[in-house]
């Protein structure tokens, strides 16, 4: 099982790049596999392949308004288990002995 978190957006569009970011954000909630959106990118779940197959869409999403596109991606494989983006939480969890805040800002 693969998580990957990848931010991409394009660096030819100006300053603000926000409805370029929804664009991804689209491919990849269409893609229906597991994902947790934060402030500096997103989290992918899944397969070697399916997860790369996300990525490269939205790249060729972007691609076709863009001239320069970054991206970012950083990946932990292991091979033995599932559900990793919660399970990653809950040992922290149980380690400190108390529920921590998932990301919100309150």
């Known amino acids: 099982m693969v998580l990957a978190e990848f931010s991409m957006f394009p660096t030819d569009k ?11 954000l689209e491919v990849v909630d269409r893609s229906r596999i597991p994902y947790q959106l934060t402030p500096m990118g997103t989290i992918l ?15 060729h999403e972007l691609e076709k308004e863009s001239h320069r596109i970054s991206v ?28 921590l805040r998932k990301g919100y800002i309150s």
């Open 14 to 24: 100006g300053e603000s790049v926000s409805s370029y970011v929804a664009k991804v």
């Open 45 to 59: 779940e899944g397969s070697w392949e399916d997860v790369f197959r996300v990525i490269s869409d939205c790249f």
């Open 72 to 99: 970012s991606i950083k990946v932990d494989y292991r091979k033995d288990q599932n559900s990793r983006m919660r399970s990653k939480i809950d040992k922290l969890e149980k380690i400190l002995n108390r529920q």
